[in-house]
Each structure stands twice: as structure tokens, then as C-alpha cells.
């Protein structure tokens, strides 16, 4: 179960710290679809992004919320 964090006593959301390496993770993967020049196939770029986000967002969450 995620437990909020505490640093000098204000207590944040367990998203303050799973955002940033699901943005790693996404921009991982849009770089590695730019370098091997398969983008092209993508039909609407920015939506591709923000889904690959919202999936990473998710398994991260499932998989350290267990």
C-alpha cells in the first residue's frame, strides 16, 4: 500500500516521487521511436505521448502499490 512521504515534516503524495520516472520511461521510449525513425507511423504524436505517460504511470503504481 502507498504511504504518503515525509520530509521535514510536511508529508507529500507517493506521485510526488512514481511522475518523474514515468516521465523517464516515457521519454526513453520517444527516444528510442525517434532513433530508430518509427514515429512516422504514429498518427497523432502528442496523444501517443501523453497515452505512454498514462501507461507507464499505471504499471508503476500497480507494481510498487502491492
Not at 521535514?8 to 525517434?34: D, K, N
Amino acid at each position: 500500500m502507498l504511504h504518503e512521504l515525509s520530509f521535514g515534516g510536511m508529508l507529500f503524495s507517493p506521485l510526488v516521487a512514481l511522475v518523474p520516472m514515468a516521465f523517464i520511461l516515457s521519454a526513453l521510449t520517444r527516444l528510442g521511436l525517434h532513433h530508430l525513425d518509427l514515429r512516422r507511423y504514429i498518427w497523432k504524436e502528442a496523444w501517443f505521448d501523453v497515452a505512454s505517460f498514462v501507461c507507464y504511470l499505471a504499471a508503476i503504481v500497480y507494481l510498487f502499490g502491492e
